[in-house]
């Protein structure tokens, strides 16, 4: 068994070179502590910083908040932390990680321990700062994978542009907004003209050339706020946010032209392509925003029925 | 009351479970005033730090089975209200998971009462979160252990969820305890108010160990 | 002569903790009350020479009873025991006539400390 001696060496030796950086000040914000981590990270040896105040021997440290921080430690009495994730570091230390996935210094989580007297009273704060480097790491690559992952969830593999699901989903949140606020909202429903036709003559090769080449069109036809997505297999929604029918209907015929200006060219063919498109808006005594797309559906057959290649508005008559 | 699962439980953990006691008044009467030392302690600390007059207090501390949880604190909190939360745990003769809840409402009137900006950056909102929770679970585990005589530790609390609907924040399969100490913290400064909910969630084991050291803590007085 | 002391709590708990840490030489007639009410006939009863008193009560809380005693001229000793110990709540409570103020949990020697300060033991 080690004798006291012994247990003090054994604790100062531990202290000191444990791979966490542990610190220590007084109530006058003196450091009366500087492990060997610190030391190495913030090149500064322990004689040189013992005594002096904190924030005077690192003036880049956030002293406002820090300094509050000891504060409320010492009336409070009790256990305080930081974290990374709100604040990435306290020490601007160099972190060692050969992979740096964007990290340019190391990230700190950072726990604040009180030191009490016989009478309950704290003397000191002693610090204990962990490398949390890694953790913020993975963190941003979970974070980026996420995204990716909704992407590809939320996107048309073929089109990229987004899918049946998110614009319904968007149209379903557009609705619940514009009840709540009574804003205007429209649906432009449109399909591609004889599409069958151009599998069919040219191949499915031919067929998802011109979906991506129309796809792309109505995108550069959108206003900031529209949300586009493919609807079905040739046909797709567009929801108009705060825009009625009459604004609708200048959009679908922006994006009737857009889509018919210039030929589409595959399967060494130069395609002309066109688009049919219905209009709905949203009324007082809409019911649900299904009614919206069901509409909108009514009048793109109407579209078709009249010759294609045009815009319909909804009428209740239809 | 008893609270017991029957068959009709849906997870393996609850089916497990056969009953557990609520506390007794006397044992409840005991609770509450460790808590309400605890409380009054914190209050005077955050007072000496805001330089003003501070009230909290928790009204009533009630036991609840996880399935109870939401039903309990969303009556307490305003329906369809976005929600922020913090979680910390605690361990070592009570193991468990410490949850403060703020109602979005209730994190700006709290960042206003500290003499914060109310238009805090993402970040500096969720440090105020953290700070308040990490003040009030220290309060209530310190009040604990010191009061009851009992070693309890906690460790560093972490963002829950922002401002996101209650039933999306406090799944019963997603927690892991069984019941909840479930405690509403009123906070008043100057006059004004803002409030949170504390959720002390613990297994079976833990709140009996709980009792069992109330009961000792009345013997001894 | 046994002094006649009340003890005024909403919590049994709080009235035990209370009641453990008066000194034990001291020869008293003890009475418990749960909130200002009980607190105000126990006084009328005689019973209160002495009155130890929580502030935060159903009924009628520490504050009403100590405005009642001062407006009614009525004599007893009060001393304050509360867990709510900021500045603020300590100097009201002497304005309205309580000699002492104790931070909850109560020892012994805060008891002693206020008994021997204001001659009472």
Redesign the interface.
Known sequence: MPDSNDTANLLNFIVDRAHVGIFVVNQKREILLWNQFMEIHSERKANTVVGQNLFEAFPELPQKWLDRKIENLFILKNFSFTSWEQRPYLFKFAHNRPVTGGVDCMRQDCTLMPVKDDNGEVQYVCFTLFDATDTSIYQSKLKETTEKLRDLSSRDGLTQIFNRRYVEEALEKEFSRARRYGNKLSVILTDIDFFKKVNDVHGHLAGDEVLRVVSQRLVNGLRDADILGRYGGEEFMVVLPETDNQGAQVLAERLRNIVQAEPIETAGESLTINISLGVSELYENTAAYAQLIAEADLALYQSKENGRNCTTLFRPDF | MYYTNTASSKSDKKTAIMSIQPYTEDQNDALQEVVNIAMGQAGDSLARILGRFVELSIPRIHLVNVDDVIKTVTSMVNNNTEISAIRQAFSNSLRGEAIVVFAQTGADDLADLMGYDTDLAPSAEQELLLEVGNLLVGAIINGISDTLETDLSFSAPSLMAERTPLDQVLVPEQLSWSHSLLMEVNFAIEGRDAKCHLLMFMAEEAINTLRGILDEFMDGI | MAIPVTVVDD????R??VI?ALPPQWNIELTQAENGEEAMAAYRDGKAEVMFLDL?MPVMDGYQVLERLQKEQLNTFVVVI???????AQARVKKLGAMAFI???VKTSDIENVLHEYGIV
């Not at chain 3, 919590?11 to 709080?14: E, F, H, L, P």
């Not at chain 3, 509360?82 to 603020?88: F, L, M, N, T």
């Open positions: 919590s049994k708990i709080s035990k903790m453990r935060t509360s867990a709510d110990i900021q500045p603020e931070k909850k949990p």
